[in-house]
Structures are given as C-alpha cells and as structure tokens.
C-alpha cells in the first residue's frame, strides 16, 4: 500500500501522539507499506534515518499531488489543513481518535463541529473505548502501543527508590494531588520518596508547593528526560503515578511505566484506566485522600504488587508496536477495498 501519513504534530516533538505517530510510521515500512508522512512540525534534524519520507509544511499542490498518490489517505488525528485534497481526489480516509473533540459555541467548539461533519466519510479508529464514546461515528477501537525497544526491564538496576512522576508541569497532570496525597502519608508515617520528572510553566509553584506541605525531604525534581534515561529511571522505581485531573483519552506514559517494572497507579477518567488495565490500581480523578489509600495498599501489600506485576507482560503485548500496527494496516487495507 501506498500510505500518506497525515499527523499535524510529529517528531522531534515530545507527547504521547508524537511518539504514537513515529511508532506507527515505522511499524507501517518495516511491514513493506509505502508511507510519506506530512507534518506542520519543523525541525533542524535530518530525515534520512526514518524507513519513510517525511514532507513538512507542504504547499497546496504538493498536497494534492500526494493525495492522488496514496492508496489510503491516514490521519493520525483529524487535522483539516490536510484533509481538502480528498474533496477533489477520491481516496479512502481513516482517521484515528487520539482525543476529545471540543464542543460549544467558540472558535474551537465550531472547529469541532465542522470536524464530526467530515468524519461521516471516514473509516474511524478510537484508541481507548472512552474516546469512541465521545464520537457519534462508529470506530474500531485499537490502543496505543508504547516503545518496547527502549521501555523494558534493564538488568542490572536496582529498585531502591518509591514513587515516580512523569509528565509536563501543567496543571492538567495533576501533581499537587500527588504532593497533597504524600501529606495524608505521613500521618500514616509513611514517607516514601518521589521523583519528579518533567518541566513546564508550574515547576517554580509546585516545588514550592512541595516545601509548603513539608516535602522537602521527600521529594526530588530532576527535569525532563527522555529516551534512555527516562527508561532507567523507571527501572529504579517501584510506582509510577499519574494523577491526571483531565480526562486522558488514553495515556502511554502508564505503558512505559509497566514495561519498565512499575506499578501504575493513575486517575480513572477517560481513557487512562484502559491504559493502566488490571497491572495496577486507579482513583477518581483530583481525590487525593483516594490516591493516599492507593500508595499505601501497593507500599504495605506486597500481594497486591504481585498480582499487579504479574498481569502486566499480557496487558502489554496487547500493545507492542506490530501487533498494533498489523490491526491499523488491516483497517487500511479494508478501506482500499471497500472504495
């Protein structure tokens, strides 16, 4: 197949869809498909490394002469920058659901309307079950794969730290529900440690919060990291959080986490309780006396953190790259037919 790869945000930005859509593109080529990918994300990096060709800001008619290219046009998210050609070359279209779509009478609740109107014509993929409840057309429901190459359990690395968090520091992530839950720790006089990693526009508030509840002690900011060290410092810890106050339409760092040895703890809203499965534990989201009597079962129940470890490895070859990339390319292969 000859597959145009259509993602608005790409590579080399960070966040769980750019590292999806990577995953995916590759997944496509290794498996002998054809795949171009159009992006609006600039970079100063080089392209020749990727098994595929990437075209980024593409003018009108570049657009258009890849439209009649492809096979199957594939939208990893809607976006409708890219999505006119198919009004003047007909080609099948899917489209998978990586988040909400917003509603209302603004700019972007228009916007959202305007994109459920053109989805009519599309073949639909949802990643979490969650998601496909919030769009009126039927999708098939496919969840995201996570790094498996790079997320794993690395010999060698002791286990000797608590509790871990991992996301940008905005207030959507919820990290003062987690710095609050620690306080309600202590008078449990549990004090487990935690690491913090990530950046953003709250990093100054909330280490402050963290003095402010008497955490100093117990907790650590390190920065953002990525890679090979996010993947080691993973490994050096026993629970990965994921407070969450937002509703996550799915939630790949919970992946990461499990493939690298943690316990996933997270909040229940959307899509996140699919990502995390039965290989760990869930909270309404923003309850931090909830999430309190979360960490303490997993720090004082060893049972319980077999039972969660033990149903990781079949949660998460649910979630290895080919196995998701081979249900994405059987869809697409269905669409051709179908036109």
């Not at 075209?55 to 920058?81: G, M």
């Not at 769009?135 to 060698?156: A, C, E, W």
């Not at 730290?161 to 996301?167: A, E, H, I, R, S």
Request: charge should be neutral; charged fraction near 20%.
């Amino acid at each position: 197949m000859k597959i145009l790869f259509c993602s608005h945000a790409f590579h080399p930005n960070l966040g769980g869809l750019e590292s999806v859509g990577l995953l995916l593109a590759r997944e496509f080529a290794s498996a002998g498909q054809e795949v171009v990918v159009v992006t609006q994300t600039p970079t100063d990096e080089d392209d020749l490394d990727f098994p595929f060709k990437v075209v980024r800001h593409p003018h009108a008619k570049s657009l258009l002469r890849l439209t009649a290219w492809a096979d199957v046009v594939y939208h990893h998210n809607i976006s409708l920058q890219t999505a006119w050609p198919l009004m003047l070359v007909r080609r099948p279209w899917v489209v998978s659901h990586h988040g909400w779509l917003p509603r209302g009478s603004n700019q972007l609740g228009v916007k959202g309307m305007l994109k459920r109107l053109v989805l009519r014509s599309a073949t639909g993929i949802a990643v979490s079950q969650a998601v496909a409840m919030d769009y009126k057309t039927t999708s098939t429901v496919i969840p995201n794969p996570y790094d498996d190459r790079q997320f794993r359990i690395i010999p060698g690395i002791v286990r000797d730290q608590d509790l871990v968090f991992v996301g940008r520091l905005v207030s959507d992530k919820g990290l003062p529900v987690l710095l609050h839950a620690l306080r309600h720790l202590a008078s449990c006089n549990l004090r487990p440690n935690l690491t913090v990693i990530g950046g953003g526009p709250e990093d100054k508030a909330w280490r402050q919060l963290a003095l402010d509840l008497g955490l100093a002690g117990q907790v650590r900011f390190v920065g953002p990291k990525r890679g090979d060290d996010l993947a080691v410092l993973l490994n050096s810890h026993r629970v990965l959080v994921v407070p969450s106050l937002w509703n996550e339409p799915f939630g790949v760092v919970a992946l990461e986490g499990l493939a690298c040895g943690c316990v996933v703890i997270g909040s229940e809203g959307g899509g996140l309780k699919e990502a995390i499965g039965a290989a760990g534990l869930t909270f309404p989201n923003g309850d931090a006396p909830a999430l309190a009597q979360c960490l303490k079962k997993v720090l004082s129940d060893p049972e319980i953190v077999v039972d969660c470890l033990s149903a990781a490895p079949e949660h998460l070859n649910l979630h290895r790259p080919s196995r998701v990339a081979q249900r994405y390319l059987a869809i697409l292969s269905e669409s051709i037919q179908v036109l």
